[in-house]
């Protein structure tokens, strides 16, 4: 378009493949939540070069899934009266 300037067009490109990434029919909500959340257990996060922070990433973030599934627990047996 005329007028527009570079960083408008690298703008409204950058808009539009965000647009597409989103609205991405290859998958489902519940898929792409499920990706999210296995790279977040396989702690893509972290620092590659460093396995310990790596294995320490993934360590505790199990730890705090077996917490979160015995608190729930516990708060449903409380609830529940038992």
């Not at 703008?11 to 909500?29: K, Q």
């Amino acid at each position: 378009m005329k007028g527009k300037t570079p960083n408008e067009n690298e703008e409204s490109r950058r808009i539009l493949d965000r647009i597409a990434r989103e609205s991405d029919p290859s998958g489902s909500l519940a898929v792409r939540t499920a990706r999210r959340v296995e790279k977040h257990m396989r702690a893509d996060d972290a620092d590659p070069s460093d396995p310990i922070e790596v294995w320490g990433t993934r360590i505790g973030r199990a730890i705090g899934i077996v917490l979160l599934v015995v608190l729930a627990g516990w708060l449903l047996s409380y609830f529940a009266g038992g």
